[in-house]
């Protein structure tokens, strides 16, 4: 089973919501991924948990709080957003740093 | 210059063709190299993965990396209208950071 769940599948959220993203995986899997991809463009990592351990933060804005409560799960937590924050969210996770394998994403809307 | 190279296309082709979509890369410490396949509004589809040099074969597809000429190349044989979705070369030196091309669309016509 190469799965990544994601959830939920679209999200519109005001500029002064709170929600979060949620991602799992139940491949033994020990590093998962955040990706942001607008339309047209390819995905662009945002967070890296590599063993539970935050490995990679690319310079993401600190509205975006990423958390790694087990190896399986993969949250994004989402706070006063801008409308430019439009895009779809991917998931990823990889064993080590062999092939990768993305979740559905969720689709998000900032009005 | 981009670490990765890919023509975004649109590729038009009639159903039955063989296609064949392409990427180049500038940084030789690359050494996994993977291709995806994402539908609109869907996520990345891992298609093929290899490591380091050669070819490899699944079914109607054919992926090829030339690290000497730091080229990798993803064949479709017999396209379908299936088919049709963008296609992503990625590729990493042994980091988290995947390097993603920007995807080429491609068009199997009916």
């Known amino acids: 089973d190469t799965e990544v769940t994601q959830t939920p599948k679209h999200l519109v959220m005001g500029m002064t919501n709170k929600k979060s993203l949620k991602c799992e995986q139940h491949m033994g899997h020990r590093a998962m991924y955040w990706y942001k991809q607008k339309a047209k463009k390819p995905p662009e990592l945002m967070f890296v948990y590599s063993y539970e351990k935050l490995s990679i933060n690319e310079s993401v804005p600190s509205r975006f709080s990423p958390e790694c409560p087990n190896s399986s799960l993969l949250n994004l937590h989402l706070h006063a957003l801008q409308p430019e924050d439009s895009a779809l969210y991917l998931c990823a996770s990889s064993q080590d740093v062999g092939t990768q394998y993305f979740g559905p994403g969720t689709r998000l809307l900032v009005l | 210059q981009k670490e990765v190279e890919q023509d975004p296309g649109p590729l038009s082709v009639p159903e039955g063709a063989i296609v064949s979509l392409n990427c180049t890369y500038s940084?030789?410490?690359?050494?996994?190299f993977m291709w995806y396949r994402q539908y609109s509004r869907k996520g990345p589809e891992l298609l093929m993965y290899?490591?380091?040099?050669g070819n490899k074969e699944d079914g109607r597809f054919t992926a090829q990396v030339d690290k000497s000429s730091k080229y990798i190349s993803l064949f479709i044989r017999d396209s379908q209208p299936s088919d049709s979705a963008t296609y992503l070369c990625?590729?990493?030196?042994?980091?988290?950071?995947?390097?993603f091309g920007t995807g080429t669309r491609l068009k199997v016509l009916a």
């Open positions: 990625a590729m990493s030196s042994g980091t988290y950071k995947y390097i």
């Open positions: 290899t490591y380091s040099s």
């Open positions: 940084n030789s410490a690359f050494q996994y």
